[in-house]
């Protein structure tokens, strides 16, 4: 079991940057896959990007070069840097994640998502 909770969306203008940050918390000692997510009204949801547990990560096409994810397992928290941001990237965030094999960006593989963040980008 995973509890996350996602923060930091916002509205911002067209080239701004904004990081979003999740929040999890789970009493197991599994590892997790870990992904970012995001759905506008008019599209169906996407994975954004993915982190394994070994750190490697993938970004869909569309964010590469402006998206990170990076994760504190410190602090338990998953986040996304973006820069650059276009009025397309406009979405409702959440964040996700899984415990069994392998880590894609595929949203039919990840068990526990959080709420989401609204972020919205002006042109």
């Known amino acids: 079991q995973m509890q996350l909770a996602e923060s930091g969306g916002a509205s911002v203008q067209a080239g701004g940057s904004l990081r979003l940050s999740c929040v999890y918390s789970?009493?197991?000692?599994?590892?997790?896959?870990m992904g970012w997510f995001r759905q506008s009204p008019r599209k169906e949801r996407e994975g954004v990007a993915s982190l394994d547990f070994d750190g490697t990560s993938s970004y869909d096409d569309s964010v590469k070069g402006r998206f990170t994810i990076s994760k504190d397992n410190v602090k338990k928290t998953l986040y996304l840097q973006m820069t650059a941001l276009k009025p397309e990237d406009s979405a409702m965030y959440y964040c996700?994640?899984?415990?069994?094999?392998?880590?894609?960006?595929?949203?039919?593989?990840?068990?526990?998502w959080g709420q989401g963040t609204q972020v919205t980008v002006d042109s």
């Open positions: 996700a994640a899984h415990s069994h094999w392998g880590c894609s960006r595929l949203q039919g593989e990840y068990d526990y």
């Open positions: 789970t009493r197991t000692s599994s590892e997790y896959c």
